[in-house]
């Protein structure tokens, strides 16, 4: 596909059963004007690579020697051919058959520097969770520590942009797609949709090593904003409250 509007790109690494998840979920969109690029860091590439071939969508398969999911994502934004890149990794699904279409048309009309939507969580038991609809402008003033920001399952970016902030910042082994969320909001607010993109299935590093994440977060926030006298505060005090929350929800789950 000749220069597309919007590139996908879908990391995978030993995960065949979510590549064939978030496969099936994109070839069942309306619309199939988009690139799907997969990086692939799997033992069994072979096995990964042949279940892409003969897809009615266009594809961009990468089998890469595995070095973390950050240097993956890095890998398929530098191959992607889309005016913007959306990253829905293996397990990922896209929230229903319109949603490709309907971002093409807010993409192609507006033409931003990134946009944000909202994203369905599906935890280990099956339940499912939809938070409320994320206001940027609330979670901005408050730096975005108060435990709502854009999730990359959420977020869709101008290639050009990311390109243009070096991908994403490879030392952070867990934060890196918050800390570009970050670095874009210093950039432009994007369009924020009402709608839901994605479903993320929870239970990642991010989730399982809750108290490093919180901490990569942190350190994200103040790489990036300076943050001094009465918003150092808020900050603090917001991290800690989030801090809080995590543990009791964790404790409660134990009981």
């Given amino acids: 596909m000749p220069h597309p509007t919007l590139s996908i790109v879908t990391v995978v690494k030993d995960d065949l059963p979510g590549l064939l998840k978030t496969q099936s979920s994109l070839v069942g969109q309306t619309s199939q004007n988009f690139e799907w690029v997969i990086v692939d860091g799997s033992g069994a590439s072979a096995e990964t690579g042949s279940a892409t071939d003969h897809l009615s969508i266009p594809n961009n398969y990468l089998w890469l020697a595995p070095t973390g999911i950050y240097p993956a994502m890095n890998t398929g934004l530098n191959r992607a051919l889309g005016d913007y890149v959306w990253f829905i990794n293996a397990g990922d699904l896209v929230a229903d058959e319109f949603t490709v279409e309907e971002l093409l048309k807010v993409l192609n009309k507006h033409r931003p520097s990134w946009l944000v939507g909202q994203v369905e969580f599906t935890h280990p038991d099956g339940s499912t969770v939809t938070p409320p609809p994320f206001d940027y402008q609330a979670e901005k003033k408050r730096l975005f520590a108060r435990g709502r920001f854009p999730p990359h399952q959420g977020t ?8 243009e ?51 990569e977060f942190r350190s994200a926030r103040h790489s990036v904003f300076d943050i001094r006298g009465a918003r150092r505060l808020h900050e603090a005090v917001d991290s800690f409250k989030v801090y809080a929350s995590m543990f009791m929800a964790r404790l409660l789950r134990r009981a």
């Fill in 156 to 163: 869709i970016a101008r290639k050009s942009i990311l390109r």
């Fill in 165 to 215: 902030l070096d991908g994403f910042n490879e030392d952070f082994h867990i934060a890196a797609d918050y800390e570009m969320a970050l670095r874009l909001s210093l950039i432009a607010d994007p369009i924020v949709l009402p709608e839901n993109l994605a479903r993320f299935s929870v239970g990642g590093v991010s989730s399982s090593n809750w108290t490093r994440s919180l901490k």
